[in-house]
């Protein structure tokens, strides 16, 4: 009798911890299209150590559904499910990719109707010589508005599905604890060096060196708020942050949201090794911010607008009421507000900056740009350009253009973007891969899209971050945010970044 | 003799004298008092039947907690949210007890029929209660101590009110009677593997009580744990099944139930009682001819935000208005503003859901429906609403959608331009509208705030129209001061004679006057003005004091409003903005 029951208990594990054995069918209608698939993995460019790009098949018709890829070389792999839900074997996911390397993998859905098998137009998944970075850190927040409760840092190992949580703010409201984070920067693709904001109480900047964190209080009255956005020199510990009074508005009637709009901004320099901070733009008649660092840290990179008319009125009136006509004018000009891209020439010896030159004039056809972000070889800025303003997350028009700096040409990454907002991107330390945030899923929530770079300086299309569960991304209520590639995986642990957030007061940073 | 001897210790055993004679149940050992079956005596008690307290105790709390309390506990449901998703519970699973909570949403979601929630819960409440005396092993005579934490919870619900589920854990409503109960489960388990002692009946009739131990616990159960509860509720909560009602026959676009419901307690006056008031006249095109029929001074709430302070309940309804205002993105606004501060709710993904079709943004509203298909009985609002996706027409045929078409912008503009809430300041100040509704709806806001410049200016485009009864009154009135309002509205004439009658008799009230006692000046303070002198009762604090004694009389009459509505906003500013902003 015992061995009975063992044998079924024996049977029964097996049944539950085994895969499904799927075959092809052999007969089969052949369909003009492809499968409507979600995410949309068709005909894209992969690196050859992405996790498994799981999908579901939206076919209402549908019963079972089998799915073939098949490479050049190797055993082709088979998938299938009864609901849509297309979840590879890992194992052998990444022996195909492998084994394909520069090479084409096609993919064929069947999907069984009344009437019998379907099988949909093939589509393929180019695999690239060149591996994308393995890990892609990101802020997971709501894309509210105005309010914040759970937001965290979170870091996503792109060759399996884990996640590793880098910090996370209070998880029940608490009116001492409330806290915001924001800005995870790192230095030149490495988790050795990594800082991010601290808003609200316990506020203040981390820096984290190994595994070790400090909080530092970067503000003095001459600082129009505190450090924002930043970028990291690629050797040295010099940060360089934007400094912005940032206001935003909501849109009663519009295809948009909300606008983002900065009523100044500077650029500061901050010495981590001394604490020490210090302008390097401190005007009125223009606003500086997303300062970038080229990769060999000769030259600084920045958006800028102009604003005469403010530095007009800051000649000719008091402090308060140049301030006070000064912000209804920027909510009266939020979509005339045009920003470039500039550059200045950096001096590591002497640390002083050249004079500003104007590298994309984006507002001489009545266009905006923000986020350049210099490729590893120095040849490309990645830039975002918009209509408007700088804040281009919250813009439909956004869309990725680069400027190639060996020939002075602009153009859009046209395969790559979408209809919806195409916005903050990071480049891979090889250079061949792009991630960048899109709302092009829903319109709503932001989620991290990776493209291939091609060496001609053209994108491939995009495809999303991959889910072990296709249905992630629908599910999931919070946008993805900043994403940031980086070759190794953080190495502070959370509790150390807990216990300096909130056990520490901060140490003031000097200004010079 | 004996006998007679016999019956005296019975009752005396009832009372507190250890004394009294027990005799012991040889079947299982446990100890029993003679019942009055033994006791000839025909005492008003003795004719009693013996009442199976459990069954008696799962009925009450059932009418309790399904019908009296249904709609209280439907909304609690309403601002919750559970799905069989790890992912979608996740920001209620990582809070401290979040397993425990997440257990209490799923078992709240019954409450979608509150019958069924209700008699959910009355078991579980009847269950613990049940096991706390076998578990603590209490005689017939004690067991009334077990129906006390039924009693400690009723009592908390009700005296929480709107609190159950403003801003507020919703799984801890039923995620504490769970916690309870398991724990009382496995300690009756362990007590009875133990001990073997039997369990009281909970079906049977008992038989080890007395009439007396009987009905302690039926005195317990109905005079401690139900009727203070409801009268509680009726006297210092009376607001909150109006309310929770009102709600619910929004959400089911039940309009006229709404009205009846508010004018029913025309006299309550509470903001979220008005607003949904106001939206459900909006939507059967009534509100230029009712909307004062209700008292509109607003009375303070028993009410606490997220961080513990006393709140003056705008969320309660902020994202409705101004959706039945026609500012979709105000009202998508303000429902993700709800999700990041509250997580997912059933109301916030719903709004969400809804401002998505109206956009015609297919893909997340999409999204939304795709999850609240993963909710517990969300199937018709799933179907309904689904069947809307990718088709315009259907959208815009929607009763509840077309009425709030007529209401959108023609233009964009920014809501931090007008005054707060912009579902008040945008419609007052509109320039351009859409549709008649949308300018009488706007005519509406400027004599609600009394802004009766904006509301004259706008007057103009219904010149040749017959205006509704509450503007029209409002247009004669304020042609005693504007006589050329009379000019391009001859038909005001019907109205004046009204008019002049009511500024004759309230002529006094309205007056500013002599001299104040110490008693009007304790009732000012108590209806929250601080009066301004001691010797002069000036104007606003007259009409304060009689604004109550007149409200039954001229109740739906807009001069009365004028003088006598809502003095408070006036004196006090009780908005209050939340500090945990910043840009995302």
Known sequence: MKKVLYLIIYIAFNLASCQQAYNLPTSFQEQEEQANIYPDYRDVTIPANIAPLNFLVKDSLGGDFVVELRGEKGEALIAGSTDGSIQMDTTAWRTLLKENRGKQITVSVFAQHNDGWVKYKTHTLTVAEEDIDPYLSYRLIEPGFELYRQLGLYQRNLTNWDVHTIYENNRVFNNEDNHCINCHNYQNYSTERMLFHIRANHGGTVFVDGDKAEKIIIKDSLILTSGVYPTWHPERNWVVFSTNKTGQTFHLYSDERIEVIDEGSDLLLYDADKDEVSHILHTTEAMETFPCWAPDGKSLYYCSAETPFIKMLNDSLPKHEADSISAMWYIGNWDSLRYDIKRMAFDEKTRTFGEPEMVVNASAQHHSVSVPRISPDGRYILYTQGDYGQFHIWHKSSDLWVKDLQNDSCYALKEANSEDVDSYHTWSSNGRWIVFSSRRMDGNYTRPHIAYFGKNGQAHKAFCLPQEDPMHNVLLLKSYNVPELTKDAVRVSEETLRNTIYNTEGKKATYK | ?584
């Open chain 2, 1 to 584: 003799m004996s006998v007679k001897k016999n019956q005296k210790n019975s009752v005396r055993s009832t009372g507190n004298k250890p004394s009294a004679p027990k005799h012991i149940n040889e079947a299982n050992g446990t100890k029993q008092r003679p019942n009055s079956s033994t006791s000839p005596k025909k005492t008003l008690l003795n004719r009693l039947p013996l009442l199976p307290i459990p069954i008696v105790s799962f009925l009450l709390i059932w009418w309790w907690a399904g019908i009296w309390q249904g709609d209280v506990f439907r909304m609690i449901r309403e601002n919750s949210f559970f799905a069989f998703d790890q992912l979608l519970m996740q920001y209620e699973t990582c809070k401290p007890y979040g397993m425990l909570w997440s257990a209490g949403r799923g078992l709240l979601m019954l409450f979608r029929y509150p019958i069924l929630g209700g008699a959910l819960l009355s078991l579980m409440l009847t269950l613990s209660c049940w096991l706390l005396g076998y578990a603590m092993r209490l005689s017939a005579r004690w067991r009334w101590i077990q129906w006390l934490p039924l009693c400690i919870y009723t009592g908390i619900i009700t005296y929480q009110g709107l609190n159950n589920y403003y801003e507020a854990e919703t799984g801890m409503t039923l995620g504490i009677p769970t916690a309870i109960l398991s724990i009382l489960i496995v300690w009756g388990i362990i007590i009875r593997s133990f001990s073997k002692k039997d369990s009281p009946a909970m079906v049977r009739l008992p038989k080890d009580e007395t009439r007396k131990d009987n009905y302690l616990q039926l005195a317990v159960v109905a005079l401690i744990g139900v009727l203070p509860a409801v009268v509680f509720g009726n006297v210092y909560r009376s607001y909150v099944r109006p309310i929770a009602s009102m709600q619910i026959s929004v959400m089911e676009q039940d309009w006229n139930k709404v009205i009846k419901t508010a004018e029913e307690n025309a006299e309550e006056s509470y903001r979220p009682l008005a607003a949904q008031y106001a939206m459900a006249l909006v939507q059967t095109g009534e509100i230029g001819d009712r909307l004062f029929n209700i008292r509109l001074d607003y009375d303070t709430l028993y009410i606490k935000g997220l961080n513990g302070e006393a709140h003056n309940a705008l969320n309660m309804y902020q994202m409705e208005c101004d959706f039945h205002a026609g500012l979709l993105q105000t009202a998508y606004h303000h429902a993700m503003e709800s999700m990041a501060m509250e997580g997912p709710t059933l109301r916030n993904l719903k709004m969400l859901c809804k401002t998505c079709i109206l956009r015609s943004e297919w893909e997340a509203a999409e999204k939304y429906l795709t999850i609240l298909d993963r909710v517990p009985f969300e199937g018709d609002f799933v179907e309904k609403y689904r069947a809307m996706l990718h088709d315009v027409e259907a959208v815009n045929n929607d009763p509840e959608f077309a009425v709030v078409r007529e209401l959108e912008p023609i233009h964009d503009n920014f809501e931090n331009r007008f005054i707060q809430p912009v579902f008040l300041g945008y419609t007052s100040a509109l320039g351009e509208g859409r549709s008649m509704s949308a300018l009488k709806n706007s005519l509406m806001v400027n004599i609600y705030t009394k802004t009766m410049p904006q509301f004259l200016m706008r007057c103009q485009a219904l010149v040749g129209q017959n205006p509704p009864i509450n503007i029209g009154q409002a247009m004669a009135l304020m042609s005693s001061k504007y006589p050329e309002v009379q000019k391009s509205f001859p038909n005001l004439s019907y109205y004046i004679p009204e008019l002049q009658n009511f500024l004759n008799e309230t002529n006094q009230y309205i007056q500013a006057r002599p001299g104040i006692t110490e008693e009007e000046k304790a009732q000012l303070l108590k209806m929250g003005i601080t009066p301004s002198g001691k010797d002069t009762l000036i104007s606003s604090e007259n009409r304060a004091l009689h604004a109550r004694e007149l409200f039954p009389r001229y109740k739906g009459y807009y001069p009365y409003y004028y003088f006598f509505g809502n003095l408070k906003a006036t004196k006090k500013k009780d908005t209050k903005e939340s500090s945990n902003a910043g840009v995302n």
